[in-house]
């Protein structure tokens, strides 16, 4: 797939560091983390988030898998975080209803990354 590119000039003014699209960058991969927001117990809603982290420029897409089908209804993300070392973090979410032999994973694209980074969750119970 084709890298993710901001739209014009409608980011980021950090720290007195304006990011120009434009001007070449060197990217660096975003760290992702899949986690539950609550202990999963089957049949007990629950949230899966996934954070994403340290990585630059801040322009990236997240799609949430459920059994390698992609899943859109009730998913949520944030804006893009900075942090002081002029990376960037986000979180997205996902609600769902543990059961038996479902999987959910969160793909990740940035610049930095080869391929879309799919972070697999294990297994419900």
Known sequence: PAPIRPQGRDWLAQGGREWDPLTPVS???????????????LGEPNVLIC?????????????WLKNGQEVTEGVSETDFYPCLDDSFRKFAYLPFLPSQGNFYDCR????GLPDPGAHPRPRDH
């Not at 954070?51 to 799609?63: E, G, H, M, R």
């Open 27 to 41: 990217p660096e991969p975003p760290e992702v983390t899949v986690f539950p927001e609550d202990p999963v117990e």
């Open 51 to 63: 954070f994403v982290d340290n990585f630059f420029p801040p322009a990236l897409s997240v799609t």
């Open 108 to 111: 990740v694209e940035h610049w």
